[in-house]
């Protein structure tokens, strides 16, 4: 298994982070059976979709096909209110009626703050941005 960065949608959610260690260093050439399901954990829970587990045999994604549904996520770490997340196929589309990439994962600016809108970068974290939750 090998990690197919999808863009920089970070959303800093550190789904990534694991108590065996984060992603790239569980998925090192001589990492065992448990990093690598760690790993794998780790890629398909990254709200963002920014981290793909693909398989080095054939190449295909390795995640599961989600039914559509929003999330509204906290980061009680840091205090704040956190992205939407989206899972599952559901076209997004702008104001102006520009249709987004369907993708089986991202996490949307609710805080208003992000410099990569409609997607979240993490700026409800230095806004402080909270929802009264």
Not at 65 to 87: G, I, T, W
Request: glycine letters at 6%; aromatic letters at 6%; hydrophobic letters at 35%.
């Amino acid at each position: 298994m090998w990690l197919s960065n999808r863009g920089c949608r970070c959303a800093y959610a550190r789904f990534c982070h694991r108590d065996a260690g984060d992603v790239w260093t569980l998925t090192r050439q001589d990492a065992d059976e448990f990093c690598r399901e760690e790993a794998l954990i780790a890629a398909s829970e990254c709200p963002a979709g920014r981290l793909v587990a693909v398989s080095k045999d054939d190449g295909q994604d390795l995640e599961e096909e989600f039914s559509p549904e929003v999330v509204v996520l906290q980061d009680p770490q840091k205090d704040v209110s956190a992205a939407l997340a989206v899972r599952g196929p559901v076209q997004l589309v702008s104001a102006n009626g520009e249709e987004y990439e369907v993708r089986n994962r991202v996490a949307l600016c609710r805080c208003g703050q992000s410099s990569n809108k409609p997607y979240c970068d993490a700026s409800h974290v230095s806004a402080g941005y909270t929802d009264g939750r």
